[in-house]
Structures are given as structure tokens and as C-alpha cells.
T-cell receptor
Framework: RKEVEQDPGPFNVPEGATVAFNCTYS??????FFWYRQDCRKEPKLLMS???SGNEDGRFTAQLNRASQYISLLIRDSKLSDSATYLC???????????FGPGTRLSVLP | DAGVIQSPRHEVTEMGQEVTLRCKPI?????LFWYRQTMMRGLELLIY????????DSGMPEDRFSAKMPNASFSTLKIQPSEPRDSAVYFC??????????????FGPGTRLTVL
């Protein structure tokens, strides 16, 4: 089993739709959690950190369930510009070891 | 700030040749990371440095790979000899880790390596 797993997608949704991505991790001692976004043939960029209490940034909401070792990302009112691959990232409990999930590809259609 | 700078952006070489990838981290950052991304394996951490010192190289695939960081503003990843299975996009990233600073990693644009 991979340390970080995600729905591979692709998710094809119309503009304005709400879409949710799921991520699970196997190391219960993992310390920090993030969502990164990667556009086609570009570098990954931080979208948002994920806090235990859940957090929101505009149209994006991230949730963490430590008991279930589950992370989610909700995108509301999706835009064409949201089309990208979304990477779930988990930081191990030692050093600066970040483990990236395989990513979920999103295509927002006009 | 110019961000993380990598060179070359594209490299095409023949099997058996030496390949050197270069990275300049964001000024003031104390961590530098090398990643490799392929369709099959996704984004994998190869090695990371803290204050120019290699901390964890457990992700380096084999002895053909080596990385150095001679100073705070420069790092290299070398593959010698290169093989077709080394074809991938190699990313360098840097971060600043501190009590009140989130350890966000900033990635360079990557080097797309093709080994024929």
C-alpha cells in the first residue's frame, strides 16, 4: 500500500460545479498536511495547508480527519482555471520528509 | 525574489553520458530538496539538504546518482552514467523552516531529462 493514496481521476466537471477530492495516508504519526496544485508541464505549487480544525480559503475548503487518516479538498463554484492536478502531501513525523500522493486530475469544462 | 532557478530546462543525452542538473534556491532558505517525477512513480523525494549538509539521501535510486551543495546558493544533481530509465522531470525545491514560518516548499520549473 502506498503511503499516500488519492482518487486518480480524471474528474470532468462543468463550470460552477462543486467537486471533492479524497486522500488517505498510512502513517498515523504524520505531522503536517498540504494540498498542492500542479498545472500541466509546470511545477507543483502550494494551494493550502490543512489544519486539524479544517480551513477555508475562498472557494477551497480542506478537512483533516486524523482518526481516519483522511484528508479532503472541496472546490466550490469551479472555474476553468481550476483545471490542474491536485496533489495531497503528507509530512512525516521526522525531518523534512514530504510524501506526495499520485495526484487527482481535474478538468473543468465550459 | 526570482524564485528557485534550475538549469538546464531541457536535456537530451545518450545512454552512458554524464548529466549534471543545477539549482539555485531562494535566497535565505535553509532547506533544499531534489525530486524526480515520472508518470509511473509520481513525485519522489531523492535527497534533501539543511544548511548545505545532506540530511536524507534514502531516496537516491542508486550509486549512479550523487548530489552536492557546496554553498547556500547552489546545488547539483549528477547522474553518471545515465540510463534511459532515468528519463523524468527533476525538480529542485527550497524552503525556510522555523517556529513561526510554515515549511512551504517552493519548486523550480524543473529539468526535463531524456536519455536515449
Amino acid at each position: 500500500r502506498k503511503e499516500v493514496e488519492q482518487d486518480p481521476g480524471p474528474f470532468n466537471v462543468p463550470e460552477g460545479a462543486t467537486v471533492a477530492f479524497n486522500c488517505t495516508y498510512s502513517n498515523s504519526a504524520s505531522q503536517s498536511f498540504f494540498w498542492y496544485r500542479q498545472d500541466c508541464r509546470k511545477e507543483p505549487k502550494l494551494l493550502m495547508s490543512v489544519y486539524s480544525s479544517g480551513n477555508e480559503d475562498g472557494r477551497f475548503t480542506a478537512q483533516l480527519n486524523r482518526a481516519s487518516q483522511y484528508i479532503s479538498l472541496l472546490i466550490r463554484d469551479s472555474k476553468l482555471s481550476d483545471s490542474a492536478t491536485y496533489l495531497c502531501v503528507v509530512k512525516r513525523n521526522y525531518g523534512q520528509n514530504f510524501v506526495f500522493g499520485p495526484g487527482t486530475r481535474l478538468s473543468v469544462l465550459p | 525574489d526570482a524564485g528557485v532557478i534550475q538549469s538546464p530546462r531541457h536535456e537530451v543525452t545518450e545512454m552512458g553520458q554524464e548529466v549534471t542538473l543545477r539549482c539555485k534556491p531562494i535566497s535565505g532558505h535553509d532547506y533544499l530538496f531534489w525530486y524526480r517525477q515520472t508518470m509511473m512513480r509520481g513525485l519522489e523525494l531523492l535527497i534533501y539538504f539543511n544548511n548545505n549538509v545532506p540530511i536524507d539521501d534514502s531516496g537516491m535510486p542508486e550509486d549512479r546518482f550523487s548530489a552536492k551543495m557546496p554553498n547556500a546558493s547552489f546545488s547539483t544533481l549528477k547522474i553518471q552514467p545515465s540510463e534511459p530509465r532515468d528519463s523524468a522531470v527533476y525538480f529542485c525545491a527550497s524552503s525556510l523552516v522555523g517556529v513561526k514560518v510554515e515549511d512551504t516548499q517552493y519548486f523550480g520549473p524543473g529539468t526535463r531529462l531524456t536519455v536515449l
